[in-house]
């Protein structure tokens, strides 16, 4: 099943924030999420797309000259916006432009094409104890994609992890985590409309599925994005712990505040971006003290 396809934005080698030792990630594209404060905003949209970066955009014109749908709008023979539902995904005048104003995001690649580059590395992952591991966007809205690059790993004898929001069918897809060796599953938010108003879809069925894979992986890690005036409440992390207490059996939780990487890119994809903070230094200790006064482990972030 090697010749299976799928849609990829980015394979990071030498990375250390995604499980144990020296990993590669994996970066799948699609993503049936839409939060607010998306370090990957260029990861939503399951197929290949352009990101235009205006500042970098010198005026030049050759975009203009290659574009066949219309789709660079100039306005007296200036560059002045970029129509995405005219474009026709050609990626020429990503190729043509100068200065990096136009970047074509994700791309189409087999199994075997990603396979080729982890196995680069797969000597740096057995000494310092790391693997693989698929994130994104979400991993899971590709699964058969997903499930044949676990496989295929876990047939060459790497170790493999997954990032992931939960937000899936658990029955198309929890096969796939018998192969898994780690599973690092997001918590947003404990309420059900304040998530959807933030992330654009509920949490009931992310709760559900959270509760199925701590029951058939022994190696759950939830991770939770703190950030201030969202989810960092007392009440919200108190509603979390409950939850894990009695419905889950995961391993701990990892403590993630808020950081601003992704802001940069929200026009470049088109879409108005808002800016969090994270809490301070104290109010994230009481809220690790919080978590394991209710007999909850509480992780460093790898």
Not at 157 to 169: M, N, P, R, S, W
Not at 221 to 241: H, S, T, Y
Request: net charge neutral.
């Amino acid at each position: 099943m090697s010749n299976v396809s799928g849609n990829i934005f980015q394979i990071q080698r030498w990375s250390i924030h995604d499980g144990e030792g020296i990993r590669s990630t994996v970066f799948l594209k699609g993503c049936p999420l839409r939060c607010k404060w998306c370090a990957n905003p260029e990861s939503w949209n399951n197929a290949p797309e352009v990101l235009f970066f205006r500042e970098r955009c010198s005026g030049c014109g050759r975009c203009v000259q290659v574009c066949s749908t219309g789709a660079i709008e100039t306005e007296n023979g200036t560059i002045n916006g970029f129509a995405r539902e005219r474009c026709g995904g050609c990626f020429e005048c990503c190729t043509v432009c100068p200065t990096g104003a136009r970047k074509k995001i994700g791309s189409t690649v087999t199994v075997e094409d990603v396979l080729k580059v982890i196995k680069r590395d797969a000597i740096f992952y057995r000494e310092s104890g790391g693997g693989v591991t698929f994130s994104g966007g979400e991993p899971f809205v590709q699964p058969e994609f997903l499930r044949q690059l676990v496989a295929s790993c876990s047939r060459l004898g790497l170790d493999t992890a997954v990032e992931t929001c939960a937000c899936f069918d658990w029955d198309r897809v929890k096969d796939i985590f018998e192969l898994l060796d780690c599973v690092f599953v997001d918590i947003k938010h404990m309420d059900d409309q304040v998530h959807k108003e933030l992330t654009g879809v509920g949490n009931l069925r992310i709760l559900e599925n959270i509760a199925s894979i701590s029951r058939v992986h022994p190696k759950t890690i939830v991770r939770v994005p703190l950030i201030e005036g969202v989810n960092a409440g007392e009440q919200n992390i108190r509603k979390m712990c409950e939850f894990l207490r009695q419905n889950t059996r995961v391993e701990g939780v990892e403590m993630l505040p808020y950081h601003d990487f992704g802001v940069s890119k929200y026009k470049a994809v088109g879409v108005e971006g808002q800016t969090f903070t994270a809490p301070d230094a104290d109010k994230i200790e009481n809220i690790k003290k919080i978590i394991l006064d209710y007999g909850i482990s509480v992780l460093d972030f790898k």
